[in-house]
């Protein structure tokens, strides 16, 4: 019986390397991932080739064509100006998706190492960035990126900032759970009796093994981040007009819902199903990443 | 019970601390003269003399702190930029509104994830179980003020059943206020309902698979029983503690949707302080429904302890 | 393929049974029977289908998903016996919790955390024995005092939280024996708890079944404790009974490579040498069972061709020793029970 459990466990510490071939080839058999890849994908295509792309330029207006409603000369219809929708809604790809890289990158950066430090040093360190998270979650993220850019004011740059804010301390908080049961590792403790230096520890033991719910928080975190980047130019605090944003064509639909439906229908359309494609990824690869769901399923 | 709730204001006091500094904090991040720069186009010398020793810029960081704090403590929250009202009044007039509006999408999410969650627990891997997972991803990702103007495009500007905007006091007139509040209440509570499913959903097939649950069977009890008493009752305490955080972030997550609704509450208060940078009614609000959070979360840990008996231990 | 039977006085008894899950077969013709006042001890390591033969048994594994064949006995008062699996969900209530009590592993998570003990105790009584409210609740504290609980009267008041390990476990042999059953199912009762506290467990359920004469079914992979408590013994290995015999029989003539290879990687005070020997390999995968011996893979005595192609039936040794092997050979040694 002994003998039987010591090969599964040497199966489980030998098999973390092909685990992330596994993981892959587990997330490529789902058409749900591909549906997501394809979505982002397009997303990527628009932010990056949008120029090439829009049939117009953002804020080609002529108001003889005003809410031509959707057609073969303009798919989703024309706003109160006679501004290509179409046009509108590719061209908002692009400051979406810099807004949500940008301050996703600055959450992860800071809430991961914080969270290392925290988790991995304990005593003062941890009681400090704790209590600063604690203080970070009793604050509603909508209300508090707002205010952010209420006192920096409104712009693309204080929007990353914003949001990147808001966003640490989750990162935070789900790094240095993972650290915690982590540092108590076997291998980790080996490490430190041969007298490897923290950082190295911390780099190359430590940090590979709590990615995984890193990676799960990142994907769902884009999703959040398109959701207040979207939320913040709706209330006029992010890209600012006349710039084309999801969010703002949807503020500036509201006042037409009798002229046109498409106007408020396409932009919201857009954030919708590249939220959802983050969120759909993130689950994925919870499934796939998280063997407690795994042996959950499997009994 | 007496000291685990004297732990938890020790610490509940901790965060009110940092809460407070992080507001206080927010007015000195403003770049340049906050009062000058509320005031704009309309300077006016004398007001802008009196605005400016009454918000007390020119004292000593740590000084204007503690006055601050000690204001807060005493229900000064300063006076408006804008009007010259105290925030504090500015607050309370618009509390009501939010209020009503986050536990009525409270209610509606409750109504929404009670039954898919249980319902998709106990099918799980059915088709309808497949449904409601899809409903739940649907609502976690749907943009709420988009869902908001599209349920004014297909309620009020297509079939014309329910006000587009607007606000009536639930004590003025109850049916008006319902009708008023239904769709911001939908467009809120959707992304909690949907958040929440999903949480009950585990929770009960969770609950479904635990030894208590198999021990209740085998002391053949009649289902109804093993499922009222042993699953459901076991699965759905730690819904309290979501259901709570959920009603939180619906006090915070409401400002949007107060804009697309026109509903006068904190959130629509503070998007108009925002574009006249009047900031003492910002971090007023900000203030306000950081400490509201934490005294929910408060009364939520306290109902915990009650409902389930290992917590007063721990 | 079956050659023993349920006996016709027995408490209860399985004929036969078969479980399968998908593509998994957990179970196969598995037979062995307890008679009232017996103790009957199945041995098998994680994964050997000890814990399924008594759950599906008795209605306690979905089906579907499961697929189960076979008969499950259960002695009558009027002496004729009759079978579980074609029970209506109703009939199965009525005798789960009033004649068969069941005791399992873990007492910390089997027994409801939001209830109080009294509660557990006695919300049996009320559906099976129709006892009113304050009558359950005298029954209750009495139960208690039985399974050697002190101050029961304050501590029937307890959650389970409150209460160690070893009185939790009392508490469930307590709700086992409330409606006062012919038969207890005991599956691995003394695995979670510490040595010292394994031993009282063993001896309340003894000192209750000789008062009570009721009938044991103890689930175990440890053939020590179980060979300390039992009358017989069956020892289950991917499904299927590869040995059976009285406790004496088998601790003398173990003829099984598997039930050999258990006494081997018995860990026995005063043994000389420190190495503890196991068996190596892992159990069958129940999805790929080997079409000959389900022990082949693991076995140090297997015959080539035969053994890996032809399945061994059960065959009787001596009296009441059956044998599922075609490398059975006693192994007369050392009679250190």
Redesign the interface.
């Known amino acids: 019986?002994?003998?039987?459990q010591v090969?599964?466990d040497t199966a489980a510490v030998t098999g973390s390397a092909p685990l992330w071939r596994r993981s892959l080839k587990a997330l490529l058999a789902s058409p749900v991932v591909w549906f997501c890849l394809v979505v982002l994908g397009t997303v990527l295509l628009c932010a990056v080739f949008g120029e090439q792309i829009a049939p117009q330029s953002a804020n080609e207006t002529d108001v003889s064509r005003a809410f031509t409603p959707p057609g073969p000369d303009a798919w989703m219809g024309t706003d109160d100006l006679g501004r290509d929708v179409f046009s509108r809604v590719v061209l908002s790809a692009a400051p979406t998706l810099q807004v949500s890289v940008t301050s996703v990158g600055i959450a992860l950066v800071v809430g991961v190492t914080l969270g290392l430090l925290a988790g991995y040093y304990r005593g003062w360190v941890d009681v400090v960035v704790m209590?600063?998270v604690?203080?970070?979650f009793?604050?509603?993220?909508?209300?508090?990126a707002?205010?952010?850019?209420?006192?920096?004011?409104a712009g693309l740059t204080t929007a990353i900032i914003a949001i990147g804010v808001v966003y640490t301390p989750i990162f935070a908080r789900v790094t240095r759970a993972s650290v915690l049961s982590v540092r108590e590792e076997p291998f980790i403790k080996a490490a430190k009796s041969l007298g490897a230096r923290d950082s190295r520890i911390i780099f190359t033991h430590v940090l590979p093994n709590v990615s995984a719910p890193i990676i799960v928080q990142t994907s769902l975190s884009f999703?959040f981040a398109i959701?207040s980047e979207?939320?913040l130019s709706?209330?006029?605090?992010g890209v600012q007009p006349p710039d084309p944003s999801w969010?703002r064509m949807?503020f500036d639909?509201?006042s037409f819902?009798?002229q046109g439906?498409w106007l408020?229908?396409f932009?919201?359309a857009a954030?919708?199903i590249t939220?959802?494609a983050f969120?759909?990824i993130g689950?994925a690869l919870r499934d796939v990443l998280d063997p407690k769901t795994m042996t959950k399923e499997r009994? | 019970m007496t000291l685990f709730l004297l732990k938890r204001l020790g610490?509940m006091a901790?965060?009110l601390i940092?809460?407070t500094?992080?507001v206080f904090a927010?007015?000195q991040?403003?770049?340049g003269d906050p009062v000058r720069l509320a005031m704009g186009t309309r300077f006016d010398p004398d007001v802008y003399a009196a605005l400016r020793a009454a918000s007390g810029l020119d004292r000593p960081l740590v000084e204007q702190y503690f006055s601050y704090l000690g204001n807060a403590l005493t229900g000064n929250l300063g006076v408006s930029f804008r009007s010259g009202d105290p925030v504090t009044l500015l607050l309370l007039a618009r509390l009501p509104a939010t209020l009503s509006l986050a536990i009525a999408s409270l209610v509606v999410a409750g109504l929404i994830s009670f039954p898919l969650g249980i319902h998709s627990a106990l099918n799980r891997g059915k088709f309808s179980d497949v449904v409601v997972r899809v409903i739940s991803?649907?609502g976690?990702?749907?943009?709420?003020?988009?869902?908001g103007?599209?349920l004014?495009?297909v309620f009020?500007?297509t079939l014309g059943w329910l006000p587009?905007s607007g606000y009536v006091a639930i004590t003025e007139n109850p049916w008006e206020w319902f009708r008023r509040v239904l769709l911001p209440a939908i467009t809120v509570g959707t992304a909690s309902g949907a958040i929440m499913t999903r949480y009950i959903r585990s929770s009960v097939l969770e609950s479904l698979?635990s030894d208590h649950a198999r021990t209740a069977r085998s002391k053949g009890l009649p289902e109804r029983i093993v499922m009222s008493r042993h699953i459901l009752r076991n699965a759905l305490v730690p819904v309290i503690t979501v259901g709570g955080v959920q009603l939180?972030?619906l006090?915070?997550?409401v400002?949007?949707v107060e804009?697309?609704f026109a509903w006068p509450g904190l959130g629509r208060l503070?998007?108009d302080?925002?574009?006249a940078?009047d900031?003492p009614v910002?971090?007023g609000?900000?203030l306000l429904?950081?400490v509201l959070?934490?005294f929910i979360n408060l009364i939520v840990d306290i109902v915990y302890a009650k409902v389930d008996p290992r917590i007063a231990l721990s | 393929m079956t050659t023993t039977n349920v006996s016709t006085t027995a408490a209860f008894g399985v004929d036969d049974l078969s479980v399968r899950i998908g593509s998994a077969q957990i179970l196969n013709g598995v037979t062995w029977s307890v008679e009232r006042g017996e103790t009957l001890g199945i041995v098998g390591?994680?994964g050997s289908g000890k814990s399924m033969t008594v759950l599906s048994a008795t209605g306690l594994v979905p089906r579907p998903p499961a697929v189960v064949t076979g008969r499950a006995l259960l002695g009558q008062p009027d002496g004729s016996q009759s079978d579980l699996l074609t029970m209506t969900a109703a009939q199965l209530r009525a005798v789960r919790g009033r004649r068969l009590g069941y005791v399992f592993q873990d007492p910390s998570t089997s027994l409801n955390p939001l209830l109080t003990v009294e509660r557990q105790l006695t919300e049996g009584l009320e559906y099976h024995l129709k006892m009113r409210p304050a009558e359950a609740s005298k029954r209750a504290v009495e139960l208690l005092e039985m399974v050697g609980i002190p101050d029961p009267a304050r501590r029937v008041k307890n959650y389970p939280h409150e209460l160690s390990g070893g009185m939790r476990q009392r508490v469930m042999i307590a709700i086992a024996l409330s409606c006062d059953p012919e038969v207890l199912i005991a599956d691995e009762p003394t695995t979670a708890l510490d040595v010292t506290i394994q031993a009282q467990i063993v001896d309340i359920v003894r000192s209750l079944q000789q008062r009570l004469g009721t009938a044991v079914i103890w689930i175990s992979?440890d053939l020590g404790v179980v060979g300390g408590l039992a009358d017989r013994i069956v020892v289950l290995y991917g499904g299927q009974v590869v040995e059976q015999a009285d406790v004496e029989t088998l601790f003398e003539q173990r003829s099984h490579p598997y039930t050999q290879g258990l006494f081997a990687?018995r860990p026995t005070l005063g043994r000389t040498g420190n190495e503890?020997v196991?068996?190596?390999?892992?159990?069958p995968d129940p999805r790929e069972l080997p079409p000959g011996c389900v022990f082949y893979d693991r076995c140090e005595l297997r015959l080539d061709d035969r053994c890996r192609t032809e399945r061994p039936p059960l065959v009787e040794l001596g009296p009441e020793h059956w044998v599922r092997s075609f490398c059975a050979t006693p192994e007369r040694q050392e009679a250190t029970a």
């Not at chain 1, 707002?146 to 920096?152: E, N």
């Not at chain 1, 709706?234 to 605090?237: A, R």
């Open positions: 019986m002994s003998a039987a090969t599964a209590r600063v604690d203080v970070m009793a604050f509603p993220v909508m209300l508090l707002i205010a952010i850019v209420a006192v920096l004011g999703a959701l979207a939320a709706f209330l006029g605090l969010g949807l639909a509201k819902l009798n439906w408020s229908v932009p919201g954030i919708f939220v959802l969120n759909l689950d009994a | 610490h901790i965060v940092g809460v500094l992080v927010l007015i991040l403003v770049p991803q649907f976690v990702s749907v943009p709420d003020f988009w869902m103007i599209i004014i495009l009020s500007t587009p698979g939180a972030g006090l915070g997550g400002v949007v804009v697309v503070v998007y302080s925002v574009a940078r900031y910002i971090q609000a900000v429904i950081a959070f934490l | 390591e994680s992979h990687a503890l196991t068996i190596s390999g892992s159990p």
